[in-house]
């Protein structure tokens, strides 16, 4: 319970900014070029937070970091309601909230996934799924949540609403601090990060998770375009809609995985997915008509949903001593993937005069990678026992 509050407290800090951009716009003269900074510096700190976590983790102890993220965490959200109205420039009270609850994001995809991992369960990748999947669900509440206190109450009021996300990292400072927390590997068992890195299967590892990353957050991105195209709405309920249809659809996929994963072999699974989501991409961007381009955007966030913690599952049994280190490369290549993707498909689309379509096009060359190298997997690595 503790790491699915962790994953949702995750969701709160990289969904829940987002819905307010433009609200800081006009409640504190924020220019939006200013305000496009936010997810850069959130994601910044997130990939650095990943980096460092390979050299700090195992000497400072799990219990100790994943509290320690829930601490920041709530800190962040404290702060994003409060010191922008204390600091003289607003602007750069915002930015120093987002660093702090980015710091508690960044622990917790380093340290939740090994923490699971070192549960003992039978069905371990089962496990995984279901996990992320709480990432998903809280992706889905935070928008709705957020979308309907708005609607109540107003967003003039949204300070109380961000004192109340920060009510689920609280609590589970206090779930963290009592849970019982087993090791991934024991004390000087795990492989060094230069010993990690001379291994062939980390990078195979560590490319599939790159393209796992960039597949999942370039469509969830421009996911509201589609909405707004194909069904005629508002910007705003396509901001809202669009990513809310992606994280559904995601989140079952991780589900439905958790519970049928013991008669499914995860890396052909892995692989049926990745065939599906070069297949939504390519819907998405070819089909003449949006209402097909809408579809292939949901039905991309089923195809995407395992690919991630299957890729974490894959790791872990095929280097089983990669200890904490093995689990911060991945986040890091996940978190690279999922921040430079979306970046270049908007600058493609902005080259060809505008058109979304082309920049995701060319993005589809992420899920046939991905779908390369689980070819090269799935012929490589013997099946478990």
Known sequence: MACYLGFVTQSIAANFAPLLFLTFQSSYGISLDKIALIPVVFYLTQLLIDLGATKFADKIGYRVCVVASQVVSVAGLVMLAVLPELLPVPFLGLLIAVVFYAVGSGLVEVLVSPIV??????????????????YCWGAVGVILGSTLFFAVFGTEHWQILTLIWALVPLVNVFQFLTCPIERLVEDGEGLPPRKLLRLPLLWLMILLMVCAGASEATMAQWASAFTESALGVSKTIGDLAGPCLFAVFMGISR?????????????????????????????????????????????????????????????????????????????????????????????????AGGNLKTGLLVATVFPVLLVTGLIVLNRSMKPAD
């Open 117 to 134: 991992e070192a549960c003992p369960f039978e069905n371990k990748d089962g496990a995984m799924s279901l996990l992320h999947s709480f």
């Open 255 to 351: 589900i439905l995985y958790g519970k049928m994963s013991r008669k499914l072999n995860l890396a052909k699974t892995m692989l049926l997915s990745g065939l599906l989501c070069v297949a939504c991409y390519l819907l998405a961007s070819l089909s003449p008509l949006p209402v097909l381009g809408l579809i292939g955007c949901a039905l991309c966030g089923f195809s995407v949903g395992i690919l991630w913690p299957g890729t974490i599952s894959l790791s872990s049994q095929g280097c089983p001593k990669g200890g904490t280190a093995m689990f911060a490369f991945l986040a890091l290549a996940g978190d690279f993937g999922g921040t430079v993707s979306p970046a270049v498909v908007g600058s493609i689309s902005e080259l």
